[in-house]
């Protein structure tokens, strides 16, 4: 039968080869972890989202105005034009629009079609949705393009920005930001005007970066 002081030996011994074991185990913790980066300049930031020369979101949009509803998003930007689409939840077309500087297109929810030469003038004499759409291509990526003015946030990223369009004030509130894209692009934003409300949440960012 061992002896006391031997067990005590033997168990102090278990007790410091656990501890070091465990002081191996966070130090090498600390050592695999990434070192924080700091946020990336507002200048470099908004460079690389004036790149940006085709993307793609989808999502969904919340409107509250003179009506309430909720839709899946579908908005795409090429060079010189713009794509939305607005389903609802089972999968039928609300509306449909195809924009350029000079012209759109517009697809109700019956299927008839509508030409003019304002995008948003068109969406609202159309539908009573009122839509900034021409300022839209660049404030969904995060860029404040012709803004009166703008606020960023503590990673150098907008998360305010104002302007006067029509003798109406938008304002449009940047909550969240998706940092799994380069560059990161917002997930979750609310514009607003007046008594109108848009919710707008991104489930998922497509880009394509301009050519050299």
Request: hydrophobic share 40%; aromatic share 8%; glycine share 6%.
């Amino acid at each position: 039968m061992p002896s006391i002081s031997f067990v005590r030996l033997y168990l102090h011994s278990k007790q410091r080869l656990l501890g070091f074991s465990v002081l191996l185990f966070l130090l090498s913790g600390c050592a695999s972890q990434a070192p924080v980066t700091p946020p990336l300049d507002w200048e470099s930031h908004q460079a690389s989202l004036q790149q940006l020369s085709q993307y793609q979101a989808k999502g969904r949009l919340g409107y509250r105005g003179t009506q309430r509803f909720g839709a899946n998003l579908l908005w795409r930007t090429v060079p010189q034009a713009d794509h939305l689409l607005l389903t609802n939840f089972l999968g039928k077309t609300l509306l449909k629009l195809d924009a350029t500087p000079v012209s759109a297109t517009l697809i109700s929810h019956d299927g008839k079609t509508y030409q003019g030469t304002n995008a948003s003038r068109l969406i609202q004499q159309l539908t009573d949705i009122n839509l900034p759409v021409e300022q839209m291509r660049d404030w969904l990526i995060g860029l404040p393009t012709a803004a009166d003015t703008y606020q960023l946030n503590g990673d150098n990223r907008v998360a305010y920005l104002a302007k006067q369009i029509d003798q109406q004030l938008w304002q449009l509130d940047y909550n969240e930001y998706d940092n799994s894209v380069t560059p990161a692009l917002p997930t979750r934003m609310i514009l607003s005007q007046g008594d109108v409300r848009i919710t707008l949440v991104i489930n998922e960012w497509l880009i394509t970066a301009k050519q050299p």
